[in-house]
């Protein structure tokens, strides 16, 4: 999912993670592998943010989905794999 501004700063003070800027060199890459999404990376790879349908929350919420796990120690080359739930739940903003 693309995130804009408020929601990228709401998951940043959620997840350990820095966002990959719209205009990053791998983006259009990451899009045509991906599908249109704001990324992440972390210490272990690439995430993104999906819708989680969670109606007990009181909030709009998304899952951290793993994509690519880091293949070298240097943290330079990622290593795609099946999307992966993380089980990490960010609110994004309270419901109406």
Do not use: C, Y
């Not at 983006?27 to 690439?46: A, K, W």
């Not at 009181?58 to 080359?77: C, H, K, R, Y």
């Amino acid at each position: 999912m693309k995130l804009n501004s408020t929601q990228v700063k709401q998951t940043l003070n959620q997840f350990d993670a820095q966002v990959l800027p719209d205009d990053h060199p791998a983006v259009t890459q990451l899009n045509n592998l991906f599908g249109d999404h704001t990324f992440f990376l972390d210490r272990s790879g690439l995430k993104v943010l999906e819708p989680a349908d969670a109606p007990e929350m009181e909030a709009q919420t998304g899952e951290i989905v793993s994509l690519a796990d880091w293949s070298d120690a240097t943290l330079t080359s990622l290593k795609p794999h099946e999307p992966e739930l993380t089980g990490v739940v960010i609110v994004l903003e309270a419901k109406h």
